[in-house]
Structure formats: C-alpha cells, structure tokens
C-alpha cells in the first residue's frame, strides 16, 4: 500500500492538479492501463482466463452492471472483491461527508454550501480503494432501509422538517457512492426489495416514503446468484435482471491443474499435503460432479476438494502429535479417513439413499488409481507384489506412524542394500541408491521420511486396486499382502 497523500485542503488539491473521473471512467482507464502493462487484474483466480474474465473485462469497459450466475464454489464471490482492485488507490472526498462526496463533484445541497462557503479551506480526507467496495449478504430480512435508507425519527425530533434530505439516514447503496457494491446471493432479496433497487440502477435517484431525492449516485451495482433453476428460494425479478448490462455464467476449472491450484491457494494446511494428495482429491472432486448418483443442480463446490485437504492436514497432524514425529505429512490414509466428514458437502439424488458413502468412497478409489497411474507409470512393481508372497504383509493405518510403516517394508529383490533395523541405510527408508522404492519416492518427489511413507502407501493402493495384491481394512488400519 503506498502512503495517503499529503493533501488536506481543496486548494491543495487544485493545486496538484488532481482531476475528477467518473467512477466507471475510473474503472475502465485503470483497466485499460492494467491489460496494456501485461498485469494480471484478477490474482487468485484459476481457469477463468479464457471464458469468465474476458466477458467481465468487456462488460467493465462498457460501464455495465453485472451479474454473475453460477453453483456455488465456482469463485463469484472472490471475482467481484477482485474488482476493488481496479479502483485508484486513494481517493479524496470532503471530510464529514456522509455519502462520501467528491469535493469537485458534490452530491447533496449541504456539501455544496460548504464549498462555497470554505472555498479552499475545505477540508479534504482520503479514502483506500478496499474501503470504496461494500458487500452485502442478501437474506431475507434484509430491509429496502438496509439498501436504501429510511427516515430517522430522532433527527425529526430535533426540529427537521420531515420533507429534509437531512432527515434520511441513507442506506448501503448511497453510501457507497463512488464505490462498487457487491450483493451476493440476489434471488434471496425478497422481490419487493429489489423493486427499491430499480430506481437506483437506472434513474439513479433515491425514493424514501414517497420523496424523491435526485442523489446522481456514481455506484457500480454487481450481484451473484445461484442459476435459476437450482435455486427455489426465490428469483431476480424481470425489471432488476433487464437493468444488468451484463449477465455473466460462471464455473468450475476446466483443467486439473486450475483446480489443484484453486485447492492450494485457498486451503490454510496444519501439516504437509503432498502433491500426489492434491491431485487425488481434485480428480475426486471432478468425478463427483460427473457422477449421476450426485444432484449437479446443487454443484459440487471447489470447497469440497479445500476442506479434504484440511482434513487430511488435520489428521496428519493428530498422527505427529501422538507419536512424537517431528514434521507431520499427510498420506493417503488421511485422505481415506476424510470421506465421512466430507459426506454432508454432498447432495445426492433421492434414489441414493443409504449408498452415499459407498459412492464416495467408489470415486475416492478411482481418483487414487488415475492419480497413481499418471504419476507412476511406466515403473516395474513387480518386485514388491512378488515380495508380498502371503507370508509377508505391511500394515498402516491412520495411527501408523511413517518410520513403522518404512521400517516394515520387505526388502526387494532389485534393491542394492538389504533392510536394517532404525531404517538407515535401508530399502525402505531410500538409502539403498537404485532400488524400486527409491524410485517410486524420486517418480512422487518424496525424500523425507512423511513424503516417502505416502509415496509407498500409494504405491500399494495402486496395487490393490489393479488387484495385483490384497487389502484388508478396519477400524484398526489396513494389511497390504
């Protein structure tokens, strides 16, 4: 953030030769600037670039008010705190102004006497571009005062006449004059409260128990809402929907790495998640909003696959506490021990009842096999399968720690050292310089202890699944062999 300039008075300004622009004149020049200057306008946004943002871009350009239309979890709500970003940093307004006005453009009668009364001794302060964007949760109970303002009785009292814009206690929408105003979840406005907003959108003025205030707001109305035909809450009255210049369909990435990413970027981690864990529980995500046991109507949000990795960090991080390890890293039994607390993220078809979890953990297996197969391919598990002969099991579980689980790996015939006890300079712990659990932990980039002990885990998965050895799982851990 750069420093809030050194200008106090609206001589000074003059002075500095600072020159008004409209608010959407505004937005567009510092658009323009941003796109010609190869910037990125939109930090934090993944696998939007070719579809939502460059409508948002030509709909900004035109000085239009958006909508943006979408299940949920596809990032409307990150989108629209983005635009605050195209504002000018600072912005000057006249001190003590309750609608925030510009002192070269004044909006109220009161603002406009102080000028000419104070001339260039008026006082000016300044205000950040995150406190000109406002954001409302439409709910219900929300109040045409919430968005428009009401008459204030205790100002009344004080000897106003009641016809006084004076007498108005302004709601949101006019103090965010010069500003952008955001209101997610829209078709949740009671429908007689976005009648209030109409006036407001396109004559610009503001109607309070029957005055008409012609207030020229400069606002950039934005809004989201879930489709229409998921939604039964309620719905965008026609008049309110003509009023948006620009509707505008979002959804979820399109590409798996733009939804590892929305996953890395937005889930605050306890404890190491490896890459290969991410990727399990982007596929996984994909495959739920693909499978016809899933109501897609609701969607499948991006905070599914955010919270899974949370868990997952969690129930690492439990795991290190309780055996003293000193780096927690999650694997893919933390990933498995997630599915029940995920469960209630899901809505199912009605004829799904009672096999919710069994189609959950149906997709987990094939987003851990597709994962495995794209990221050890081409790599001989022979060995381990042959060493695995009925005899020789390995056993992890969620309350395993990883030196117990490395140190329980058999030794493989293609392994330059043979096991010894501790794990140093074993098989099983990666010393061994060309054996195949190096490897396998080289193919998954694991070199610690955590990283190697998933690296194996997944290994053995991917061995199971392809039914190349067996698996027995309970509420104890689970027995590859």
Do not use: C
Request: proline letters at 5%; a negative charge; glycine letters at 8%.
């Amino acid at each position: 953030m750069t420093e809030r300039p050194d200008i106090h008075t609206l001589g000074e300004l003059r002075a500095a030769g600072y020159e008004h622009r409209p608010l959407r004149l505004e937005i567009r020049e510092n658009l323009l600037s941003t796109l010609a200057e190869g910037r990125n306008p939109w930090p934090g946004l993944h696998g939007l670039e070719d579809t939502v943002l460059p409508q948002l871009e030509r709909a900004l350009l035109a000085g239009h008010d958006v909508v943006l239309l979408g299940e949920r979890g596809q990032g409307k709500t990150r989108l629209l705190r983005t635009l605050a970003g195209l504002l000018d940093e600072w912005s000057p307004e006249v001190r003590g102004s309750e609608l925030h006005e510009h002192p070269e453009d004044p909006l109220t009668e009161a603002v406009r006497e102080r000028i000419a009364i104070e001339g260039d001794d008026l006082p000016i302060a300044w205000r950040h571009r995150e406190e000109r964007y406002v954001e409302k949760l439409a709910t219900p109970d929300t109040s045409v005062a919430d968005l428009i303002g009401d008459v204030d009785p205790i100002r009344v009292a004080e000897g106003r006449r009641l016809g006084d814009p004076e007498t108005i206690h302004y709601g949101l929408i006019p103090r965010a004059h010069r500003g952008i105003v955001a209101i997610n979840e829209l078709p949740d406005l009671a429908e007689r409260i976005q009648v209030s907003m109409l006036n407001v959108m396109e004559e610009r003025d503001v109607q309070i128990r029957g005055y008409v205030l012609r207030l020229p707001l400069d606002v950039l109305v934005v809004a989201s809402a879930n489709p229409e035909d998921y939604t039964n809450r309620g719905r965008i009255i026609t008049p309110l929907k003509d009023r948006f210049g620009a509707e505008i369909r979002t959804h979820y990435p399109l590409e798996l790495a733009d939804e590892i990413a929305v996953t890395r970027q937005e889930a605050e981690l306890v404890a190491e998640v490896p890459e290969a864990l991410l990727e399990i529980l982007a596929r996984y995500t994909r495959l739920l909003r693909q499978s016809p046991a899933v109501d897609q109507r609701s969607g499948v949000s991006a905070r599914f696959s955010i919270a899974g990795a949370e868990t997952t960090a969690a129930s690492a991080l439990r795991r290190a506490a309780i055996h003293g390890e000193e780096h927690a890293v999650a694997r893919l039994v933390d990933v498995e021990a997630a599915v029940e607390v995920l469960a209630g993220k899901i809505e199912f078809e009605s004829g799904e009842e009672g096999r919710e979890i069994a189609v959950l953990e149906h997709l987990l297996r094939r987003a851990t096999m597709e994962t495995v197969q794209s990221r050890l391919r081409g790599i001989d598990l022979g060995p381990l399968i042959e060493a695995l002969d009925g005899t020789v099991t390995v056993s992890t579980g969620g309350d395993v720690p990883a030196r117990d689980l490395l140190a329980e790996l058999p030794a493989l015939e293609d392994d330059d050292a043979d096991p010894v006890e501790d794990g140093a300079g074993t098989a099983g712990d990666g010393s061994a310089g060309a054996g195949l659990y190096d490897r396998i932990a080289e193919r998954l980039g694991a070199s610690t202890p955590g990283q190697r002990a998933n690296a194996i885990e997944l290994a053995l998965e991917a061995l199971f699944l392809s039914q190349k050895i067996s698996k027995d799982a309970d509420a104890e851990g689970t027995v590859y062999g």
